[in-house]
T-cell receptor, first 112, second 116 residues
Framework: QKEVEQDPGPLSVPEGAIVSLNCTYSNSAFQYFMWYRQYSRKGPELLMYTYSSGNKEDGRFTAQVDKSSKYISLFIRDSQPSDSATYLCAMRNSGGYQKVTFGTGTKLQVIP | GAVVSQHPSWVICKSGTSVKIECRSLDFQATTMFWYRQFPKQSLMLMATSNEGSKATYEQGVEKDKFLINHASLTLSTLTVTSAHPEDSSFYIC????????????FGQGTRLTVV
């Protein structure tokens, strides 16, 4: 079993739709949870960063963490064609050796 | 946000030669830089953690003699793929952590290596 599971998609939605992206994990030591957006042949770009459980909102993006269920989500409201990319969840513990574990990424396509 | 520059963005080399990839933090000091490898439709796999002024820490299964990492300054880390073979063809990405702000790492744009 992988430490972080993420549905690779692809996920196709019409422009304006609400997108829900999810990851599950098995390591209860994870404390920091991130979402990255990666365009083709580019490096990942940090979108959201959450510590422990709870919600965080930034513009059209909302990140949720449920540590009791080991489940994290990223919601994108009013999706745009420019949101088409691969979204990677990532997480790490709070120890000194801050190795980040990534999901495989979900490919999202927003259709105009 | 902070800028991490990776160079070159793509490179083609002959089997048996060595290739050096540079990772620079342009507007901040990075005590720690990370090197990842990404295969198509797969996640980023951490290869090694590079600390300025000390030896890199390699992940299990990564050959340190094949993937040489040097982190000589707070703004530059290099990855050298020695005696490259076609199976080393991949997308290599670095990331750097801001020493002062201690934020999550920022990623470079990646280097696509093709060994022929």
């Amino acid at each position: 079993q992988k430490e972080v599971e993420q549905d690779p998609g692809p996920l196709s939605v019409p422009e304006g739709a609400i997108v829900s992206l999810n990851c599950t994990y098995s390591n209860s030591a994870f404390q920091y949870f991130m979402w990255y957006r990666q365009y083709s042949r580019k490096g990942p770009e940090l979108l959201m960063y959450t510590y422990s459980s709870g919600n965080k909102e930034d513009g059209r993006f909302t990140a949720q963490v449920d540590k009791s269920s080991k489940y994290i989500s990223l919601f994108i409201r009013d999706s745009q064609p420019s949101d088409s990319a691969t979204y990677l969840c990532a997480m790490r513990n709070s120890g000194g050796y801050q190795k980040v574990t990534f999901g495989t990424g979900t490919k999202l396509q927003v259709i105009p | 946000g902070a800028v991490v520059s990776q160079h070159p963005s793509w490179v083609i080399c002959k089997s048996g030669t060595s290739v050096k990839i540079e990772c620079r933090s342009l507007d901040f000091q990075a005590t720690t830089m990370f090197w990842y490898r990404q295969f198509p439709k797969q996640s980023l796999m951490l290869m090694a953690t590079s600390n300025e002024g000390s030896k890199a820490t390699y992940e299990q299964g990564v050959e340190k003699d094949k993937f040489l990492i040097n982190h000589a300054s707070l703004t530059l880390s290099t990855l050298t793929v020695t005696s490259a073979h076609p199976e080393d063809s991949s997308f290599y990405i670095c990331s750097a952590k801001n020493r002062v702000l201690n934020t999550e790492a920022f990623f470079g744009q990646g280097t696509r290596l093709t060994v022929v």
